[in-house]
């Protein structure tokens, strides 16, 4: 069965630099989400993309935060200078066109 | 804005038993869907079931159904045959009909199944 992987399943980082979480959609999907859940809290949407642009993005998502699909399969979330409250679980979500959407695993973020 | 709520912060169930998990919602669309997901201590976040606002009848999926009351904007799960397996956290979530449309997710219910 299809499945959204993401890459890696935990990622610590200092404080200030730069991540990239990866995200391998399933292959026929168009429509491609990052979620994210601070531990202990919902999940909250951060961003959809289609057609290789941002569709729509939420208040979390600032100057920050960047989106890109590179190749065709890979699609990524780049924090440019991490702050502790960014730590969190990431998820990414893929989509058909009136279908449900799929999670990933998720990527558990550690900021120290 | 679109908003959903689970008042319930936890529950627990002896297994075998039934038991059914709340959740309400507002949206200004018409047409929309609704879902449950369910995220075990791993974390993952796993389809449980989706029903279509436009029709009328209640999804089921195995032990899993939902009683979906549009006009009182509510959507509870009932889980039949308690597993112990069925121990997560259950989010109710909300999607308009448009393409790529966002979720709009409560704040969760803890579910601890007994044995």
């Known amino acids: 069965e299809p499945e959204v992987t993401q890459t890696p399943s935990h990622q610590v980082t200092q404080m200030g630099q730069e991540v990239i979480l990866r995200c391998v959609p399933i292959?026929?999907?168009?429509?491609f989400y990052w979620y994210r859940q601070i531990l202990g809290q919902k999940v909250e949407f951060l961003v959809s993309?289609?057609?290789?642009?941002?569709?729509?993005k939420s208040e979390i998502f600032d100057d920050q935060f960047s989106v890109e699909r590179p190749d065709g399969s890979n699609f990524t979330l780049k924090i440019r200078s991490t702050k502790l409250e960014d730590s969190a679980m990431y998820f990414c979500?893929?989509?058909?066109?009136?279908?449900?959407?799929?999670f990933g695993q998720g990527t558990r973020l550690t900021v120290v | 804005a679109q908003t959903v709520t689970q008042s319930q912060p936890e529950m627990s169930v002896q297994e075998a038993e039934t038991v059914t998990l709340s959740c309400t919602y507002d949206?200004?669309?018409?047409?929309?869907?609704l879902f449950w997901y369910k995220q075990p201590p791993s974390r993952q976040m796993i389809l449980v079931i989706r029903?279509?606002?436009?029709?009328?009848q209640n999804a089921t999926e195995n032990r899993f159904s939902v009683n979906f009351q549009k006009a009182a904007k509510s959507f509870s799960l009932k889980i039949s045959d308690s597993q112990l397996g069925d121990t997560a956290m259950y989010f109710c979530a909300l999607q308009s009909s448009g393409a790529n449309s966002k979720l709009t997710f409560g704040k969760g219910i803890t579910l601890s199944v007994r044995p």
């Open positions: 979500a893929s989509q058909q066109y009136r279908s449900e959407a799929f």
């Open positions: 949206t200004s669309e018409s047409n929309y869907y």
């Open positions: 993309f289609y057609n290789n642009e941002i569709s729509e």
């Open positions: 029903q279509e606002a436009y029709k009328q």
């Open positions: 292959s026929n999907h168009l429509y």
